[in-house]
C-alpha cells in the first residue's frame, strides 16, 4: 500500500504521468537498448519492440497499476501481476534487471516531464515503482522455486506440418517435468545476426502424454521482425534437433473442480483450449463443456479434427464453430455457422450463467466480443478469463 503522502501525489499527478506514458515508455526502451544492446538481442522481443507493441503494454501496465493503487487502497491487481510474473519467469528475469529498468524509466520520466518531475513526486512514483517489482520479484522467486529457474534442453522427437502456416512440434524435454494444461513453454533460438530470440508457444497436449507439443504458425510479414522466430523454426527445425526451453509457465490454466466450463478460441488461440480437452478426456471428466471456436476457414483451422474428436471423447461437452469462410459442404452441419463468433443464442453449460467458468484465447477483438456477449449474458467479469500472445494490449485499452 502507497504511503498517504504518496497516495495523495500520485493521485494528483497520475493524468500527467498517463498522458505522457507512451511518450515515457519509448525513450525508455530507446536509451535502456542503447546502452544495453544485449536486452535487445538476447531477451526482449524484437518484433513486438518494432511495432511498438511492447511500449503500449508498458505504458498500460503502469498505469493501470498506479491507478489501483489510488482507486482501491490495499487492493493489488493480482491477475495481471501474475500474467506478468509468469511471462517474466519463462524469459529467465532476473531480481538485478529491475534494478535497471528503474534507471532508464525515471531518466525517461525526467527527460519527458522535465521540472514537473518534483523531488516529492520523484519520490511518490518511485514507490509506485518498487511497490510493483517488490510484487512481481516475490512472485517470480516463488514460480523459479517451483520449476527451477534457466534453460532446460528438449529433442524434437515428430515434426508435423499441420496447416500452411502451422507446424507442430513434439518435443521431449531432456528432463522429464510435468505441467498444468493451458501453460506454454518459451523456446530460444539463435538468430543468422547471433541474437537469441525468445518466444512463447502454449502447450497443446495433455499432461498425460509425457511428451511436449508446441504449435507454431508462420508469422506472414515482408521482412517483419515479428516473424523472425516462427519463421526459423518453420525452415530448420526437423526431428531429431535440440531446442533451448524453459520450464512450462502461465496462470490461464483449467479451472479446477467438476463446474461448468466455456472454452472459447479463434485461429491459433485454439492450442491452451485443446490442452484443456486433452486433459478432461484423458482424465474420464464428465464435466458440463461449451467449446466455441471461430476461424477464417476450415482448412486453416488447426487442429480441426482433433478438436471435434476431443469434444466427442467428453460426454458433457458440445462444440460450436464459425468460419469466415463457409463451403457449401458445411452449410448443413449444426455445429458450424458462417460469420464471427456469436454466443447470444447457444446454450451456456451450467444453470445459471453464474455457475460458469470461462477460458478465452484468440486476437484482441474476438477475445473483447466474446467477454462482453458473456457478461451481456450474467457471466460475471471476474469468472471469465484469458490468455494473450505477445504484449497484453487489452491491459493498455483498459
Not at 498506479?66 to 501481476?81: S, W
Not at 510479414?221 to 526431428?239: K, M
Not at 466455456?262 to 464435466?287: E, F, K, N, W, Y
Request: proline share 7%; glycine share 10%.
Amino acid at each position: 500500500m502507497l504511503s498517504p503522502q504518496s497516495a495523495t501525489t500520485v493521485r494528483a499527478t497520475l493524468p500527467v504521468i498517463a498522458g505522457a506514458i507512451t511518450e515515457i515508455t519509448a525513450r525508455f526502451y530507446d536509451t535502456l537498448f542503447a546502452d544495453n544492446p544485449e536486452l535487445l538481442r538476447d531477451l526482449f522481443n524484437r518484433g513486438n519492440q518494432a511495432n511498438g507493441e511492447q511500449r503500449v503494454a508498458l505504458a498500460g501496465s503502469i498505469a493501470a497499476f498506479a491507478t489501483a493503487l489510488v482507486e482501491r487502497p490495499g487492493e493489488l491487481p493480482g491477475t495481471m501481476l501474475s500474467r506478468i510474473a509468469n511471462k517474466h519467469a519463462s524469459l529467465g528475469v532476473t531480481e538485478e534487471q529491475y534494478a535497471v529498468v528503474h534507471k532508464y524509466l525515471f531518466g525517461a520520466i525526467g527527460e519527458v516531464l522535465g521540472d514537473a518531475v518534483t523531488p516529492e513526486v520523484g519520490q511518490a512514483w518511485d514507490e509506485v515503482y518498487w511497490l510493483m517489482a517488490e510484487t512481481l520479484i516475490g512472485l517470480e522467486r516463488d514460480l523459479y522455486r517451483e520449476a527451477g529457474q534457466g534453460w532446460i534442453h528438449a529433442t524434437v522427437i515428430e515434426r508435423r506440418d499441420e496447416t500452411a502456416d502451422v507446424v507442430s512440434l513434439l518435443l521431449r524435454p531432456y528432463t522429464p517435468m510435468s505441467f498444468l494444461p493451458g501453460q506454454y513453454v518459451s523456446v530460444q533460438v539463435t538468430l543468422p545476426d547471433g541474437a537469441r530470440q525468445i518466444r512463447q508457444y502454449s502447450l497443446s497436449n495433455a499432461p498425460e502424454r509425457g511428451d511436449w507439443r508446441i504449435t507454431v504458425k508462420r508469422v506472414r510479414g515482408e521482412g517483419a521482425p515479428e516473424g523472425e522466430v516462427s519463421a526459423w523454426l518453420h525452415d530448420h527445425v526437423r526431428a531429431g534437433d535440440v531446442l533451448a526451453v524453459s520450464a512450462p509457465f502461465g496462470d490461464l490454466t483449467l479451472p479446477g473442480g467438476d463446474g461448468p466450463l466455456l472454452l472459447a478460441s479463434a485461429g491459433i488461440g485454439v492450442t491452451p483450449v485443446l490442452s484443456m480437452l486433452d486433459h478432461l478426456a484423458a482424465t474420464g471428466s464428465d464435466r458440463r463443456v461449451v467449446v466455441v471456436h471461430a476461424d477464417r476457414s476450415p482448412e486453416a483451422h488447426v487442429h480441426r479434427e482433433e478438436l471435434a474428436d476431443l469434444v466427442a471423447a467428453l460426454p458433457g461437452a458440445t462444440l460450436h464453430q464459425w468460419y469466415e469462410e463457409l463451403p457449401a459442404r458445411l452449410a448443413d452441419d449444426p455445429a458450424v455457422a458462417a460469420g464471427r463468433a456469436d454466443l447470444s443464442a447457444i446454450d451456456l453449460p451450467g444453470d445459471l450463467p453464474g455457475d460458469v467458468v470461462a477460458c478465452l484465447c484468440g486476437p484482441l477483438p474476438f477475445m473483447r466480443a466474446v467477454r462482453a456477449q458473456l457478461v451481456e449474458r450474467g457471466v460475471p467479469a471476474s469468472g471469465v478469463h484469458y490468455e494473450v500472445f505477445g504484449p497484453d494490449l487489452w491491459i493498455a485499452a483498459a
